[in-house]
């Protein structure tokens, strides 16, 4: 007999009181909590919230977009910049840091600065943003080993509430939710910023009239 | 079941909780550290949970979910079984720690590697899986904050959440100084005891382990029977790093954490952060299905644990302990756990929920004082994100207690004899005035000042614990007599 045979015995066993006619659409899961949390403006809620984790957030126009990347970069003093596969060209912009491509190895990964990506979906009530490793965010070791994440989000990618993200997201893709930069509260339960995950995260919020 | 093949969940030679309690109890610093820590995650926990007027309606959704994927487990444990395989993962099932760690060596065996890097888990804490790994020669990294504080210190979980919850910052820094050079990189030089700094200490200690690791190990807080997706919610980046970095990842999960469908996260991503950490969202979670190729771990094994669970399932009142999603707001919550911690309930699941589940695990009879280790004040109920009724399972499991006590024993022990007396005297109502005249007059032989203090012999069981008031010198019954003469009293 084998573990497996002995495990689904003790089940089926554990479980005689349940009709053997039971239906799994016999006891529907009362689903009468709301769709959404979230007020009318989606897209100043994820910035607030967002940045209540102390992450950085701005938003920028289509047309200022690339200027205002540019901008965080310096200000960050990068040197390095990791751009994933299917970034968007013209969001790149030049400067005095050395750009890294793939393929690339833990190492090159571990030394650079920074990593610019885009994002799957944005989650206004949470402050989440949520990467499937596709196009213009790359392999999950991406967005990890760099101490600096920015990541562009345009604003109709970002979504009300946690079940809109659920229905939309791929289940079959690696998925990686991000809630503002690494943290720990394992000391006297004091929130800090900053372990082995990126120490700092900005988001940039790409949207047609900002709300500034 | 024996208590060692169930490994840490009942820590061997563990005094029983009143005892332990006791110890406890007497360590101010201990004492200070625990006040401080649950005070705050109850006042973070209270104020996010607050944001959502639809709480209730979530904490219902969310167990009835568990109600029903757990009567119909083994179902949902072959539909992940097949999409697990399907995305080219492989299930392994064990039915005790012995089993699991047996599959989880030889796995790291076949990889020809010496060490692996583990996320923080419940489910290998409770198995012993470091130990057994260690026997086969195989070390272990713990990579989690607190986790590598309780190894580097030799100690032992104290917190479901948050492990080392019984230091304070003093105390680890004063672990990281000494401790982290024998496990490889040392603390660094004029260490402060600023959580800032210990933390970054960690991420030094830990990178090249990260970059260097072939094999990890893990836990899960969720499978997807419908889709094979599994999930690890974190909050440093250690899960990430162990998750995508190495070539061979392995999950050991217990057999209740399987959800039916990809839709029921929706529910359990908004009630296990916000119940645990207090936080609208943690900054991490994770989910995979199988391997993907050319991103992360290019093998992928799950082990599904049963090590006491079908036992658990088996009991129609207790079964709900197993919809715990190891937020751990009950510990928060807990008059008794904030004044004892975790280490005296002698096991991995300490608090409320340890005390229904770990008696479950292993049997009522190698952990007969936890049932008792509650006020049954309900607060752990009220916390619950799955409305666990913990009140409830504890005092059923404390008729098990008895009964299990009774069926030992040839001669009834004290406690049975005064219960036995107590049935014959209540039932008649001519014993019953006989008794309370001797008890008036008893009560005021053994009494000072009104109460009664501490009693020889067989009564000191109850009595040490607790001031009885001492009985009235006139039962109601024998002073409704005396002034109503002529009432209607038979």
């Given at each position: 007999m084998t573990a497996r045979d002995t495990v689904l015995g003790r089940i089926r066993a554990a479980l005689a009181d349940v009709p053997a006619d039971e239906a799994v659409g016999d006891a529907p899961v009362p689903r009468d909590y709301r769709r959404s949390h979230a007020e009318a403006d989606e897209v100043g809620l994820f910035a607030e919230r967002v940045a209540d984790y102390r992450a950085r957030v701005v938003q920028a126009t289509p047309e200022r977009a690339r200027a205002t990347i540019a901008g965080l970069l310096a200000g960050s003093d990068v040197r390095t910049l990791v751009v994933p596969p299917g970034f968007p060209p013209e969001l790149v912009p030049e400067g005095p840091w050395r750009r890294l491509e793939e393929p690339l190895e833990p190492g090159d990964l571990e030394a650079a600065d920074t990593v610019l990506t885009t994002c799957r979906a944005g989650i206004a009530v949470t402050g989440t943003i949520v990467l499937d490793a596709g196009p213009g965010q790359g392999r999950r070791a991406l967005t990890l080993l760099p101490d600096h994440h920015l990541c562009v989000v345009r604003a109709e990618q970002i979504v009300a509430d946690v079940p809109d993200a659920v229905a939309l997201l791929d289940p079959g893709r690696p998925l990686t939710f991000v809630s503002g930069p690494s943290a720990t509260s394992?000391?006297?339960?004091d929130r800090v910023e900053g372990v082995h995950g990126p120490r700092s995260l900005d988001v940039v919020i790409v949207r047609e009239e900002p709300h500034v | 079941m024996s208590p060692d093949s169930g490994t840490n969940v009942v820590w061997l030679g563990s005094p029983g909780f009143p005892e332990a309690a006791r110890t406890a109890l007497g360590d101010p610093q201990l004492r200070r550290n625990l006040r401080k820590a649950t005070a705050t995650i109850r006042d973070k926990r209270l104020a996010v949970t607050g944001e959502l007027d639809d709480w209730e309606q979530l904490r219902e959704a969310g167990a009835a979910t568990k109600r029903h994927t757990l009567r119909h487990l083994d179902r949902y444990l072959l539909r992940l079984e097949d999409s697990v395989t399907k995305a080219g993962g492989v299930v392994h099932w064990a039915a005790d720690a012995a089993g699991a760690n047996r599959i989880v060596t030889d796995l790291v065996r076949a990889t020809g590697e010496a060490e692996v890097v583990k996320v923080k888990s419940m489910a290998t804490q409770e198995i012993g899986l470091n130990e057994a790994l260690e026997q086969a020669g195989i070390r272990a990294y713990e990579t989690d904050l607190a986790e590598l504080i309780v190894q580097l210190g030799d100690d032992r979980p104290s917190h479901i959440l948050v492990p080392a919850i019984h230091r304070n910052r003093a105390e680890i820094r004063e672990i990281f100084q000494r401790e982290m050079g024998a496990w490889g990189r040392p603390a660094p030089d004029g260490l402060t005891d600023e959580p800032r700094a210990l933390a970054e200490a960690a991420r030094l200690h830990l990178r090249d382990k990260f970059l260097r690791a072939k094999v990890a190990v893990s836990g899960a807080n969720f499978a997807i029977a419908e889709t094979g997706t599994v999930g690890v919610v974190e909050s440093e980046g250690n899960g990430r790093m162990c998750l995508t970095l190495p070539e061979t990842l392995i999950t050991v999960m217990g057999i209740e954490k399987v959800l039916p469908r990809w839709q029921d996260l929706e529910v359990f991503l908004q009630l296990l952060p916000r119940s645990s950490t207090g936080e609208r969202m943690n900054p991490y979670t994770s989910t995979w299905r199988g391997v993907t190729p050319g991103d992360g771990p290019q093998a992928f094994h799950l082990v599904l644990l049963d090590n006491g669970r079908t036992a658990t399932l088996a009991d129609t009142v207790g079964r709900q302990a197993l919809a715990c999603i190891r937020c751990s707001a009950c510990l928060n919550v807990c008059p008794v756990y904030e004044r004892t911690g975790g280490h005296a309930y002698g096991s991995v699941y300490p608090g409320p929920i340890g005390a229904i589940l770990t008696p479950q695990l292993v049997g009522v009879e190698h952990a007969a004082t936890l049932p008792f280790a509650s006020t049954l004040c309900g607060a752990c109920y009220d916390a619950c994100p799955v409305k666990i009724n913990i009140p409830e399972v504890l005092t059923h499991l404390r008729a098990e207690v008895v009964e299990a006590k009774r069926a030992k024993r040839r001669v009834p022990g004290a406690e049975a004899l005064a219960m036995k007396a107590a049935t014959a005297v209540l039932a008649s109502p001519r014993r019953l005035s006989v008794a309370q005249k001797a008890a008036a007059l008893g009560g005021r032989l053994v009494s000072r000042k009104d109460v009664i203090g501490p009693l020889p012999g067989p009564l000191h069981a109850w009595t040490d614990a607790r001031d009885t008031p001492a009985p009235p010198t006139e039962s109601f019954r024998a002073w409704w007599q005396r002034t109503h003469p002529t009432g209607a009293d038979s």
């Open positions: 394992d000391i006297e339960l | -």
